[in-house]
């Protein structure tokens, strides 16, 4: 983005025959890094926006306004405090850097004219708003900048303001020294290594590097090219092309133009700006004046970001969905291709069904004439030595069943799993083309309706049940049983599944002892040997044993391993 100091130079231009004498009547801070200047000057409203924002910091007038906050943030009231009702005397930019100030005359606490300070910065993530007193030193900034920040600036209420340090760069309006550039640092050593567009960039107050590029190309130069290698030609193409150009910047003939980009379905999307106008300009759009070009290429920007953040959500939301969806659809077929062969296994129920004479009780396998093959032959069926014949046939039969309704199942749900992915994949087409809020407000409420999105309302009604749960008295259910056994061990048994687990996983310690009986059901049985530093005796062991036995489906039973 190509906010440089020629861009601002054109806004504070503007802005001089626009708001210089305009009186302040309102101020907005709707963001935490921008506020709003309502300035009223022969019956008209202007919106000047001053935004210190990290990704898009900039100063405009602007046509829209944005929902402000209930209450004011402590900057926007200091703002209120000092410099609302104040009259703008004059709009100062910095030689060509990007620091503007903005000369408001108001009146101090004796009732005397005063004139204050409110400086924009727009520098980067290093941007800032800062108001600052008639002998300069600071009331208040947007963001505070300690010596931890910066050992070189302080930004505090209290603190001197001091200025960016100087770069030192040529002005464009010094169109003498402009023109003797170009050969000068050809014949200095130190600077012939370097690009033409990073060498006009570090040598020319204002430049950005899409300014500094496209004078190049305007003179036929590769950016890239370095100093020494240019020929006598293109050292005189160059020079011209950047006296043109510094020729428009001190005229203040400015051409805001917006470059494009045709992105199909997507619409037409804004690259970049500048004001000052080149032959390679390419498709783009022109505009009348450098506010309205900043205020139009912003409002896009903004209506863009915030579709994308309204989009965000519904994506991840889609693609969970679309997720889920797919991991379905290989379980089904998988499920599909593990059972094609379902009726092999009615074949072979009802081939020994047919032969039951030929099959003896034990045999662990059969050969037999398959009928129901077309080319004939003999088929081998293995049975279960442990079954009689016609239970080895009811085996098959159970066999084909399961594996058919698997079968059966899986293609149906594949189907409805492919409608949904299919649905999915449509829905994620139409959100990524949208390009009104109100279509994407309409995908949500269909999500939402599909099941996809759970409801604020259902949300509510979790919270408030959730809420109610926490609040109603957990009733006392009953509690585990405590023994003592021999030699004075205390023993827990649990006498169902709540208090099995809470005996085995959230009371006992590390040092107690488990005991269950194998590969049945029953209860859990604690014998508590921490209470006595872990150590236990062999009858204490087997009085827990016992219990463990007593307590379980084996209880009968005359051997019971535990």
Not at 234 to 244: I, K, M, N, Q, V
Not at 464 to 482: E, M
């Amino acid at each position: 983005m190509a906010f440089d100091g020629i861009v601002v130079s054109g806004v504070v231009w503007e802005l001089s025959g626009i708001i210089e004498g305009s009186r302040i009547t309102k101020i907005y801070q709707a963001e935490k890094d921008e506020i709003l200047l309502v300035c009223h000057k022969n019956g008209e409203n202007y919106k000047l926006l001053i935004s210190c924002s990290p990704a898009n910091p900039r100063i405009h007038l602007q046509r829209r306004s944005k929902e402000n906050p209930m209450v004011a943030p402590p900057f926007c009231m200091i703002l209120r405090k000092h410099i609302q009702g104040g009259r703008i005397n004059k709009i100062i930019q910095s030689g060509y850097d990007r620091v503007i100030t903005l000369k408001i005359e108001t009146y101090n606490e004796m009732g005397d004219t005063v004139v204050k300070n409110l400086i924009a910065e727009i520098m980067g993530r290093h941007s800032n708003i800062i108001l600052t007193g008639p002998s300069g030193v600071i009331y208040d900034a947007i963001k505070h900048v300690d010596d931890r920040t910066s050992s070189i600036r302080e930004i505090l209420p209290a603190r001197p303001y001091l200025p960016p340090p100087s770069q030192n760069k040529i002005s464009p309006d010094d169109l003498e020294s402009i023109g003797a550039l170009i050969s000068d640092a050809i014949n200095t050593e130190a600077m012939r290594s370097t690009g033409a567009a990073k060498f006009l960039l570090s040598s020319i107050s204002g430049f950005s590097p899409l300014l500094s590029k496209k004078v190049c190309r305007a003179a036929n130069v590769d950016p890239e090219t370095r100093l020494c290698s240019l020929t006598e030609a293109e050292s005189s193409r160059l020079t011209d092309a950047l006296l043109r150009v510094c020729r428009n910047i001190a005229e203040h003939s400015y051409k805001p133009f917006i470059f494009t980009e045709d992105c199909g379905s997507s619409g037409v999307k804004y690259c970049d700006f500048h004001c000052i106008e080149t032959p390679d300009s390419g498709a783009g759009a022109s505009f009348s004046s450098v506010n309205l070009m900043l205020d139009e290429f912003f409002s896009k920007r903004d209506t863009e970001d915030r579709l994308r953040q309204k989009k965000a959500s519904l994506v991840k939301c889609i693609n969970t969905a679309i997720a889920r969806t797919e991991r379905k659809t290989g379980i089904y077929e998988t499920d599909i291709s593990g059972s094609e062969d379902f009726d092999d296994y009615r074949i072979k129920g009802e081939l020994i069904t047919a032969n039951l004479y030929k099959i003896g009780r034990g045999d662990k396998e059969v050969c037999l004439e398959n009928y129901y093959s077309e080319n004939g032959g003999n088929i081998i069926i293995g049975l279960d030595e442990n079954l009689s014949p016609a239970a080895n046939a009811q085996l098959y039969f159970k066999r084909y069943r399961k594996k058919r309704s698997t079968h059966e199942n899986a293609e149906k749900n594949l189907g409805e799993a492919l409608s949904e992915l299919a649905y999915l994949k449509s829905v994620e087409t139409l959100l990524e083309n949208c390009t009104e809020s109100a279509d994407i407000s309409e995908i949500r409420e269909e999500l939402t309706s599909e099941g996809y999105i759970i409801s604020n309302s259902v949300k509510k009604a979790r919270r408030s049940d959730a809420k109610a749960r926490k609040n109603t008295p957990r009733q006392t259910g009953s509690k585990h049983s405590v023994i003592t056994v021999s030699d004075g061990y205390e023993v827990w048994i649990g006498k169902n599944n709540t208090q099995n687990d809470l005996i085995t996983t959230r009371l006992s310690a590390p040092d107690d002892i488990w005991f269950h009986v194998k590969n049945a059901p029953g209860s859990h049985v604690i014998l508590r040997t921490s209470l006595r530093g872990g150590e236990f005796t062999k009858a204490s062991v087997e009085d827990a044993a016992k219990l463990a036995a007593l307590n379980s489906s084996q209880k009968s039973s005359s051997k019971v391993e535990v």
